[in-house]
């Protein structure tokens, strides 16, 4: 499996955290409070370059729960963004 398609399972998995901590009460939001600067260090180490800066950004502010964008799936996006709508190839 090339390095493509590992990001993207990275990335689903990176999702999948995301969604568990929305979706418990009360331990959630104290969760997102650990998980929103975590994800956007993962996906800044994930992505090089720009991706990797706006996804960072993006998964802060949306993982921190702010406007309702808790259920985005930042990484998944990110990953179609680099490889099929910008079609990097690494």
Not at 5 to 32: Q, R
Request: glycine share 12%; proline share 2%.
């Amino acid at each position: 499996m090339n390095k493509k398609y590992k990001l993207l399972l990275l990335g689903l998995l990176m999702d999948g955290i995301g969604v568990l901590t929305s979706t418990v009460t009360i331990i959630g939001d104290f969760a997102d409070i650990i998980w929103a600067p975590l994800s956007a260090f993962i996906i800044f180490k994930m992505y090089k370059g720009t991706e990797g800066k706006i996804g960072g950004l993006v998964s802060l502010v949306e993982e921190a729960g702010i406007f309702g964008t808790d259920l985005i799936p930042t990484f998944t996006l990110t990953w179609v963004y680099k490889y099929l709508l910008k079609k990097g190839k690494d």
